[in-house]
């Protein structure tokens, strides 16, 4: 960790599985509300986790995070097991007066390659952090920082917004929202996807053909 702090109180799961590149660039070739259709409506945060920056947008491998409220030494711990190719999911209890991620945090998550950040939780720096080009997802935003003293775990399935998200489990997040999907089922839902995008596309060339013609 870049802090001084006792990490020791914060949990760490043993080392788990993340879905392969090629996997995590099929996903990213779809929006997230065509991920919502395809999984029956199932595995949508909610939608008051929005994007703090406009065109944000990440696909990833869940790093799970649980800190207390107005805490964040459990953020910092998880990034020393982050890998490139990672989404850290906070769920930080809904709290929004108290920050648990800023600027510093996004540098380091740009140095250790994690693609994106969803926080059940308050974020500030906000214009350092588009600056920056980190994707982030937040409940709220507060000037007010955090403490740092624990506990936490990682590496450890947690819920946030309504959706339990394992480790390992594929993140993908945009303007709409985000979506999270089991890696057991990610053959069969990209065929849905390919089926769902060819349908929209055949829609979207008869309605603009019906205009062209009125």
């Known amino acids: 960790m870049f802090i001084d702090a006792p990490a020791d109180s914060c949990r760490v799961a043993p080392a788990w599985p993340r879905p392969d590149a090629e996997t995590l660039a099929a996903f990213a070739a779809f929006p997230t509300a065509n991920i919502g259709d395809a999984q029956d409506r199932l595995g949508l945060v909610n939608g008051t986790v ?8 990440c696909t990833g491998a869940a790093l799970p995070v649980l800190t207390r409220e107005g805490d964040n030494l459990a953020i910092h711990r998880a990034l020393d097991e982050a890998v490139p190719g990672d989404v850290l999911v906070v769920n930080a209890l809904g709290e929004n007066s108290r920050a ?15 693609r994106g950040v969803v926080l059940d939780g308050a974020t500030r720096d906000a214009t350092a952090i588009a600056e920056l080009g980190l994707p982030l ?24 917004g309504g959706v339990v998200v394992s480790p390992g489990d594929i993140v993908v997040a945009d303007a709409d929202g985000v979506a999270v999907v089991s890696p057991q089922r990610a053959a069969e839902l990209l065929d849905r996807l390919e089926t ?19």
């Open 50 to 57: 929005r994007a703090q920056w406009p065109g944000a947008r």
């Open 100 to 114: 648990v991620f800023g600027d510093l945090l996004a540098e380091i998550c740009r140095t250790r390659g994690v």
């Open 137 to 160: 997802w937040a409940r709220a935003s507060s000037p007010a920082g955090p403490t740092k003293n624990g506990p936490g775990v990682i590496g450890e399935p947690v819920a946030i």
């Open 196 to 214: 769902i995008e060819h349908y929209e596309t055949g829609l979207r060339q008869r309605i603009r053909a019906e205009g062209a013609a009125a």
